[in-house]
């Protein structure tokens, strides 16, 4: 019987390499004793070990939906996707997400509580900074408070002011006391403002990180180039030599650039530009399920909404298939009326969506004493696909005789004038790393942005108990039954998820989807690499 072993195939994966074709390999492995078909085996699986190796080398151009002469290298101020980008490509974070949106170490070696309150952080050894200033605990402490200082205007600064004590106990260890027991810390640094740098930074003309690329480059509302950094800590990363990234706010000149070869990745296609690239052997499609969502909100203190049934009713009409492979072009998916993505290690998979049901939607309509009313909707442009959502609800209403009128507003206003404060409205809301965030900035009853004007005490202790608790078990089964809650409670119905598309040059290699958006959660030049 023919035998061989990991050895071999990585013999003939160098004997590939080298060029060797598969014409003259077979001779030689049938010449050595091993059957023909055993040899095409072995040539096949060493092929295709090979492929999936990463190569060196190599640059790309890559284009975003936007760019601003706002754009900075400060990653405490990062607001915009070409912000993202940089700062993921020139510093590191203490830990990252992966594809459960499960905190893992990155500059971190541990980050360990007893009391999800009191946080101690080992740092890795070994890091330096592009100036090559090695990485310590005043870089730690000094970047977490800078978010602290309301003059610095970090966009996380509401978040970061849980952190009432961070200190340095030794040159790689850094001690953080929350204002309460807080487990979702690990996570929450892993968040793209959440970046080290360096000890006493204020100018970030330049970009002085730990990041697997070195700043070349910086034109706000221009364009950035990185180049390789040869000192990066992780061993054999990043691939590339070098990238280069720009905005092009067009989405049908964004996929001719890349179907022109003049670009290798093209950020955010939209579904109406997925027939430009359809079927096209050069090119890589990568969807991302990341939480991205628009969402009908219903005000439960106000009527309709505030007539029993009506929201429940809505929810019934509202055709999500119809939504999904019509509207999304099958770039999305179903949703259940919670925010919870289905990426995510708490997400309630035992949660069914709503089932498409007029008949059961009259009946509600109905029992509250609204069927064949006039019922506003007010939707905009900058809801995304809300007015094409609107539409699709208000066909299926006029089907049982239920009369909903969209009023279509200007995008300019609209998060401030009807955001929040009409009766039934859209919304549009952007991926979050944990429950904790999603539930509590949309949710509980003191909420920020409590769309639907929901309140339930009963929610609001489960959310505080949550968040304390290191057990992530028992932590599931909180959030499964929030999950709930808010499926079934609340005047917010999400009928789908809006997926990221991302398109590759088929040739580029690595991307995969991250919890925390597109392009790997931006985080993509450390990762791919240029196939031969």
């Not at 870089?139 to 977490?144: G, N």
């Not at 709503?354 to 506003?376: C, M, T, V």
């Not at 809006?498 to 959660?521: I, Q, R, T, W």
Request: proline residues 5%; charged residues 20%; hydrophobic residues 40%.
């Amino acid at each position: 019987m023919d035998k061989w072993n990991g050895r071999d195939s990585d013999q003939v994966a160098r004997m590939i390499r080298h060029g060797v074709s598969r014409r003259d390999m077979l001779r030689m492995l049938t010449a050595g004793g091993l059957a023909l078909t055993s040899a095409g085996a072995l040539f096949a699986s060493a092929s295709r070990a090979l492929a999936q190796e990463p190569l060196r080398g190599g640059s790309i151009r890559v284009a975003g939906i936007t760019s601003s002469n706002a754009d900075t290298l400060d990653p405490a101020k990062g607001s915009n996707q070409a912000d993202y980008v940089r700062a993921c490509a020139f510093y590191n974070r203490l830990t990252v997400l992966d594809g459960s949106g499960l905190p893992q170490s990155e500059l971190a070696e541990s980050v360990e509580s007893d009391d999800a309150q009191t946080w101690t952080i080992k740092l890795k050894s070994g890091v330096t900074f592009h100036d090559g200033k090695s990485l310590t605990s005043a870089d730690v402490v000094y970047s977490l408070k800078r978010h602290l200082d309301e003059a610095v205007g970090s966009k996380v600064n509401s978040m970061a002011k849980q952190m009432t004590a961070i200190q340095a106990v030794d040159d790689l260890t850094v001690e953080i006391g929350l204002e309460a027991p807080n487990a979702d810390l690990p996570t929450i640094l892993a968040l793209h403002h959440f970046m080290i740098v360096a000890d006493g930074t204020t100018d970030f003309a330049k970009a002085n990180g730990t990041g697997p690329f070195i700043c070349e480059v910086f034109e706000p509302g221009v364009r950035s180039v990185g180049v390789r950094n040869p000192n990066y800590f992780k061993e054999g990363k990043p691939y590339l030599d070098s990238f280069e990234f720009f905005g092009i706010p067009d989405d049908s000149a964004r996929v001719n650039a890349l179907l022109s070869g003049d670009i290798q990745l093209a950020s955010a296609v939209k579904p109406q530009y997925m027939r430009m690239i359809d079927n096209n052997p050069d090119v890589t499609l990568v969807r991302t399920n990341a939480g991205l969502y628009t969402n009908l909100n219903i005000r439960l203190d106000l009527d309709p909404g505030a007539k029993a049934g009506f929201a429940e009713g809505v929810k019934h009409l509202l055709n999500r298939e119809l939504i999904v492979n019509s509207i999304l072009q099958g770039t999305g998916e179903v949703g259940n009326d919670q925010p919870i993505p289905p990426s995510s290690f708490y997400y309630n998979a035992d949660l069914a969506p709503k089932p498409f049901d007029p008949d059961r939607a009259r009946f509600l309509f109905e029992q509250a004493g609204l069927l064949g009313q006039n019922i506003p909707i007010v939707a905009s442009d900058a809801a995304s696909l809300s007015v094409e959502m609107a539409t699709v609800l208000q066909q299926a209403g006029a089907e049982i005789g239920m009369n909903f009128e969209i009023q279509r507003v200007p995008s300019d206003g609209y998060w401030s004038n009807y955001w929040l404060k009409s009766p039934v409205h859209f919304g549009n809301i952007n991926p979050r790393p944990t429950p904790d965030a999603y539930f509590s900035l949309l949710y509980a009853s003191d909420a920020p942005w409590n769309e639907s004007q929901y309140k339930s005490e009963t929610f609001d202790k489960m959310l505080l108990e949550a968040r304390g608790l290191l057990d992530r078990e028992r932590r599931k089964e909180i959030y499964h039954e929030m999950q709930a809650m808010v499926a079934n409670e609340a005047g917010t119905i999400i009928p789908a998820r809006l997926g990221v598309v991302d398109a590759a040059a088929s040739k580029l290699k690595g991307l995969e989807p991250n919890p925390l958006g597109g392009m790997m959660g931006y985080t993509f030049a450390e990762h791919v690499w240029l196939e031969a």
